[in-house]
């Protein structure tokens, strides 16, 4: 089976670590492509930042459509252009922050999500009422910490995300924390041993949930909505998304 990970940010160090983290958990028979657009943001921290990087998520799901791909899964919390992905194919699309608020529910009854800015906790509290999760979650807490110092000041990044979760821990009545940010896919076994709670992090969680709708064949579905979007041409820059 093949599963493409879509990193929607251009970073290409934080591919890697999400590829890596991916490979990690996926089963011996499972191949991961991890990729990233070739234009858009360094990092996703903004809704802005989400609106262009959901484009490059897009073009692609129709570069893996060209390569056989099994499943996909959308690597940043925002879980840009989701829905629209699904309209293009048929194998199963999974974001991160979706597949770790349904793991979550199954180990605890309550959890917090750690995320990057304050800025971002909208975005996640936003997808928590989406998707049906916002009573499972006391609080969207931010560790104030740009997405890229993931990478550059990594030391720095994970202290300040332990001392959320143990605040989460200390504060929150939850049992388990979710991380919200790909960028923190390498960082689960430290947080937790640290925070002393259980930690779900999306794209491991995505990739075991994109395993499962694969063996268990089942399809993203066409009928409704997430049927193929109708041919029509697209022009100037975009000409290349139309049929
Ligand atoms: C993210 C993420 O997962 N990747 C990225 O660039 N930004 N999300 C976030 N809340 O900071």
Do not use: W
Not at 61 to 84: M, N, W
Not at 128 to 141: D, I
Request: glycine share 8%; aromatic share 4%; charged share 25%.
């Amino acid at each position: 089976m093949k599963i493409r990970v879509v990193n929607p940010n251009t970073t290409a160090a934080m591919t890697d670590t999400i590829g890596a983290a991916a490979r990690r958990v996926a089963a011996p028979a499972t191949r991961i492509v991890a990729t990233q657009p070739d234009s858009g943001p360094v990092s996703i921290e903004s809704h802005f930042d989400e609106a262009i990087a959901a484009v490059g998520v897009l073009e692609e799901v129709r570069r893996g459509e060209r390569d056989a791909t099994d499943a996909y899964v959308i690597a940043c919390f925002g879980d840009p252009g989701l829905l629209a992905a699904r309209e293009l194919t048929r194998a199963p699309v999974i974001g991160i922050a979706e597949a770790a608020f349904h793991l979550a529910t199954l180990i605890a009854t309550r959890f917090s999500v750690v995320t990057t800015l304050s800025r971002t906790t909208v975005i996640a509290e936003h997808l928590l009422q989406q998707y049906g999760f916002a009573h499972h979650c006391r609080r969207v807490r931010a560790a104030e910490i740009p997405v890229l110092d993931l990478e550059h000041d990594t030391d720095a990044a994970l202290r300040r995300i332990v001392e959320e979760g143990r605040r989460a821990k200390a504060e929150d009545g939850v049992g388990a924390i979710v991380l919200g940010c790909g960028g923190m896919a390498d960082l689960t076994d430290t947080i937790a041993d640290a925070v002393g709670l259980p930690v779900v992090e999306g794209v491991t969680a995505a990739v075991k949930l994109a395993e499962s709708l694969v063996s268990l064949r089942l399809a993203t579905s066409k009928h409704g909505d997430l049927a193929f979007p109708r041919p029509k041409p697209f022009t100037g820059r975009f000409a290349h998304l139309g049929a």
